[in-house]
Each structure stands twice: as C-alpha cells, then as structure tokens.
C-alpha cells in the first residue's frame, strides 16, 4: 500500500456513495494499485485504457464533500463522475432508469419562511462569490454520458409488457441529507425544482467541483420511487440500479478519446 499518488495527467476519477457502487467498476481496473489517505481507500488503475482512480464517499452531503476534496488534493483529476442510485421524482421512471444530471441543486438549502423554503446557494469560500442554486455538469460529459449510454451492456428492465432497455433522460438531480420516503417531498421537489431524481451526495461533489473549477457530471440509476415504498424497493432493485449506473460510466470510459470539456 502507498500513501503520495503520483499525479499524472487525464485521470479520470469516479465516486460513488457505498462500496457496492463503484465495486464493479474497481473490478474492471487493470493495473490497480491502492491508496489510504485519511483511512480513505483510493484505487487507481487502467479502465478501457484510461487513467482513472475510484473511491466511495459514505453517504451524505458531508462524507461526499471531504471525500472529493481529499481526492482532488492527491489526485488532481481532469474530471470527476459520481455514479449510483437514486430515488425517482419523475414519475416516467422506473428502477434501473438512469438520469444524466444536466444539473443538480441542494434541496435543503436556503431559508425557510412561514411561506416553506427559499433556496439559496452559499458563497463560494474560495472566492467569496454566491454559488448558483443550480450547479452545471460540464457539456462534453453530459454528452459522453449521452454517447455510452447508446453503447452500454445494460440489464434489461421487467415491465408490465416485457423486458426492456433503461430509459436514459437529460435531467436534474436534486440532493439532501435525508433519505425522502414521501409522496408529498417528491411533488414538492419536482413542482418547485423540477426534479428528475433525488439522492444524498451529488450537489455536494457538484459544488467542490464548482469551486475548485473540476469538470463532473452526476449520473444516477433509479432504485425507488421515493414514496412510501421507497426502503422496500430500494433493497430490491440496489442492484440492477448500481450495475446500470456503472455500465453506463464504463462506456463512458471506452469513448472517453472524444472528450472536450465544454462549460466548466
Ligand atoms: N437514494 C436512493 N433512493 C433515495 C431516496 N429515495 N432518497 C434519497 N436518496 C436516495
């Protein structure tokens, strides 16, 4: 095991919340080689030819914030993808569908009044500037995302009328510190913010990568409905959602010769 990575250029790092999550991808590294770094184990290794390094975050905003930083600080990635589950908002999605985050927001930010909650980002501490409510994935990802997922090994998806391929959307995910059980939260999320999914990590990722100016892109593979059924499903379709999430990033690794960074 050795602590200083050296940091080569065009890494390629990939986070996800649990372990299961990013397992399948650490499976697929060649040339792997571990590091621990505040008891944090970071893999890197070769993934269709590319640098790439992998972690798991924890959950949470705060677990996925101090993870990114630490990877950022030793590993100085050219661009960051968080790849997992997620609780669907748009009631088009079913478990195993995927959602490429175009952007995401915290929404369990901002100042609640007698009216609800007005979102509201903090400044960045950086630069002292407002950071966005919305925070942007970069355009060339979030078309490589689009890209792979027309080439991924997906698992098919059980339906009413028979098995068939995730629905892939360009979309927003949205991220709190709560897991959301709710019918109620979800028509709220997607009324007021227009939400495709809900999850606890990725605004989190988004606004390191904001702050320190690293290209990253969400992507999300839908586990539940995030109603009252949302702890039942998300045991029964963890799986299928993580294993379709991941697939889609190891595309993205195979076509990653395209990439042009575009907005940030
Ligand atoms: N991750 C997976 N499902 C979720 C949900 N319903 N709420 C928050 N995070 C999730």
């Given at each position: 095991?050795e602590?200083e990575p050296a940091?080569?250029?065009?890494?390629?790092?990939?986070?996800?919340?649990?372990q299961a999550e990013v397992?399948l991808?650490?499976?697929?590294?060649?040339?792997?080689k571990e590091?621990t770094?505040?008891?944090?184990?970071?893999v890197?290794?070769?993934m269709?030819?590319?640098?790439?390094v992998?972690v798991w975050t924890?959950i949470?905003?705060?677990?996925?914030?101090?993870?990114?930083?630490?990877?950022?600080?030793?590993f100085?990635?050219?661009?960051?993808i968080?790849?997992?589950?997620a609780g669907g908002?748009?009631?088009?999605?079913q478990?195993g569908d995927?959602?490429?985050?175009?952007?995401?927001a915290?929404?369990?930010m901002?100042?609640i009044w007698?009216?609800?909650l007005f979102?509201?980002g903090?400044?960045?501490r950086?630069?002292?500037?407002?950071?966005?409510?919305?925070?942007?994935?970069?355009?060339g990802l979030?078309?490589?995302a689009e890209?792979a997922?027309?080439?991924?090994?997906f698992?098919?998806?059980?339906?009413t009328?028979?098995?068939?391929?995730?629905k892939?959307?360009?979309g927003?995910?949205?991220?709190?510190?709560v897991?959301v059980?709710?019918?109620e939260?979800?028509?709220d999320?997607?009324?007021?913010l227009?939400?495709?999914a809900v999850e606890?990590?990725?605004?989190?990722?988004?606004?390191?990568?904001?702050?320190?100016?690293v290209?990253?892109?969400?992507?999300?593979?839908?586990?539940?409905?995030?109603?009252a059924g949302?702890?039942?499903d998300?045991?029964?379709f963890?799986?299928?959602?993580?294993?379709?999430s991941s697939?889609?990033v190891?595309e993205?690794?195979a076509?990653?010769?395209i990439?042009?960074?575009?907005?940030?």
């Amino acid at each position: 095991m050795e602590t200083e990575p050296a940091k080569p250029q065009n890494t390629t790092a990939i986070l996800g919340a649990f372990q299961a999550e990013v397992a399948l991808l650490e499976d697929r590294l060649a040339e792997r080689k571990e590091y621990t770094i505040e008891s944090i184990r970071f893999v890197t290794g070769t993934m269709n030819g590319r640098g790439a390094v992998i972690v798991w975050t924890g959950i949470g905003k705060v677990n996925a914030a101090m993870t990114t930083t630490l990877l950022i600080e030793h590993f100085k990635p050219r661009e960051i993808i968080f790849t997992g589950i997620a609780g669907g908002v748009n009631p088009t999605l079913q478990p195993g569908d995927i959602v490429i985050a175009e952007k995401t927001a915290h929404h369990d930010m901002g100042t609640i009044w007698p009216e609800g909650l007005f979102f509201k980002g903090v400044k960045n501490r950086l630069t002292g500037i407002q950071n966005p409510v919305f925070f942007r994935a970069d355009s060339g990802l979030v078309e490589l995302a689009e890209l792979a997922g027309g080439k991924a090994a997906f698992e098919k998806i059980e339906t009413t009328e028979g098995k068939r391929l995730p629905k892939i959307l360009r979309g927003v995910v949205v991220t709190g510190d709560v897991f959301v059980a709710s019918e109620e939260k979800c028509l709220d999320l997607r009324k007021r913010l227009d939400a495709d999914a809900v999850e606890m990590e990725g605004a989190a990722v988004a606004q390191i990568c904001h702050q320190r100016q690293v290209p990253h892109v969400v992507i999300r593979s839908i586990s539940d409905n995030a109603n009252a059924g949302a702890i039942v499903d998300k045991q029964m379709f963890y799986i299928l959602a993580a294993k379709n999430s991941s697939s889609l990033v190891f595309e993205m690794m195979a076509q990653a010769g395209i990439l042009s960074h575009g907005q940030e």
